[in-house]
């Protein structure tokens, strides 16, 4: 009479161990399934090159499935990297005559559009702000021209990357080349392996045909915050010329947020540098930025922000310490006869401090023409 209810026990012991067991060759079938090298976005190899941050040798398969993925979800984040297309070189000594100020010798059409040093597109005050205020500590540099912005950014301690499409302006880059990507958008998508906290592109916009929108998009897809000029005028291949309205339209149907106040921010601290009148011994003028103070616009990529590696930016104090007509101000947790019992934020947490010894670094730098032309050929 007593072994029935042990009988009935053992019965159910039976059927969930045959249930744990099937369940359990399910999940290996599906990781190897996940894990094969047939696999449309996950087949990725394991080791990269560390100069252009991309798979190492990539497959066919890895980039057409990456490219195929990127546009069927056109408002994510694209999945690993592509190979970079460098720019394909057309001597015709009638263009480069033609390029007069501007340089891209031996570039197509489409491409140069860059000069040896452009002072209206410099602003050490911007990147301060930028570095100090928001947190940015990684920076993506699309049209980057000879890599004068990201030389200032990598001698103030940031993860810098640097993307150009003349072959002219790689081969003359101020940057070591594990810092340069050199890709011509009208070949093709590229996007790094990574994300960047921001994306810092000057005097490029109107470069690229709109045909090619989706080519450049997909890279600035990999920062949480983009910093971009457009121009007002004409210029050497300017064959996107808007008023800032059809701009922020446009980068708002991507998937963008237009950040008013941070835009704001940005032109105010133009400002405030045109009004110190700093000399910029390279170019032999004060500086003047105004490429940024006219037209630059900010936009939050919520993708990228809201992940856990750039959870530091826009960076504040959370710890309060008063609060005076409508203004609250904060100190440094852990600080104080109450910070004993507050939690304190790793380092890793505060921003980069701008040391003046490094934007003489950066003058010197530039002065010296590290990156001479050439060296990266």
């Known amino acids: 009479m007593k072994t029935e209810p042990y009988n009935r026990r053992r019965g159910d012991s039976k059927a969930i161990y045959v249930w744990l067991l099937i369940l359990s060759n399910l999940l290996v079938f ?6 094969d090298a047939n696999s449309t976005i996950l ?35 694209p999945q690993g990297s592509v190979p970079n297309l460098p720019s394909i070189r057309e001597a015709n000594a009638k263009v480069d005559q033609e390029r007069k100020i501007y340089g891209g010798a031996g570039d197509k059409l489409h491409l140069g559009g860059f000069t040896a040093i452009d002072a209206e597109g410099i602003s050490p005050g911007v990147w301060t702000y930028m570095l100090e205020k928001l947190g940015v ?22 993860d810098v990357l640097c993307v150009e499409g003349s072959h ?12 340069i990507v050199e890709h011509d958008y009208a070949r093709g998508p590229w996007w790094p392996n990574r994300t960047f906290d921001a994306a810092w592109s000057v005097e490029f916009l109107e470069h690229v045909s709109l045909q090619y929108h989706p080519n450049y998009i997909a890279t600035f897809r990999k920062a949480a915050i983009l910093f ?3 121009s007002r005028w004409g210029g050497w291949h300017h064959v996107e010329v808007h008023q800032d309205d059809w701009w922020i339209r446009k980068y708002e149907s991507y998937g963008f947020r237009y950040d008013d106040a941070l835009t704001k ?16 011994a390279p170019a032999n003028k004060t500086l ?21 590696a750039h959870l ?7 710890c309060f310490r008063d609060y005076n007509k409508g203004v609250i101000t904060n100190r440094k947790c852990g600080e104080g006869r109450q910070g004993w019992k507050e939690t304190v934020l790793p380092p890793e947490f505060y921003p980069l401090k701008v040391n003046p010894q490094d934007g003489l670094n950066w003058q010197a730098a530039l002065m010296a023409g590290v990156g001479k032309p050439g060296e990266n050929k």
């Open 168 to 179: 002219d302006a790689v081969t003359q880059s101020y940057l070591p080349s594990s810092n």
């Open 312 to 318: 530091h930016l826009f960076f504040e104090h959370g």
């Open 137 to 158: 500590r990684s920076v993506l540099d699309v049209g980057c021209g000879r890599g004068i912005s990201s030389r200032w950014f990598l001698e103030h301690g940031a």
């Open 43 to 77: 087949s990725t190899p394991s080791f990269t090159n560390p100069q252009l941050d991309i798979p190492f040798p990539p497959t066919l398969h890895d980039v057409e499935s990456r490219i195929a993925y990127a546009a069927a979800h056109p408002l994510s984040v």
């Open 288 to 308: 003047g930025a105004a490429h940024v103070g006219q037209s630059v616009k900010v936009f939050i990529n919520p993708a990228v922000a809201a992940l856990p």
């Open 265 to 280: 921010a940005v032109k105010a601290t133009v400002a405030e540098e045109r009004q110190r009148l700093e000399f910029f």
């Open 30 to 35: 599906q990781l190897g399934r996940l894990f």
């Open 228 to 230: 971009v000029t457009s």
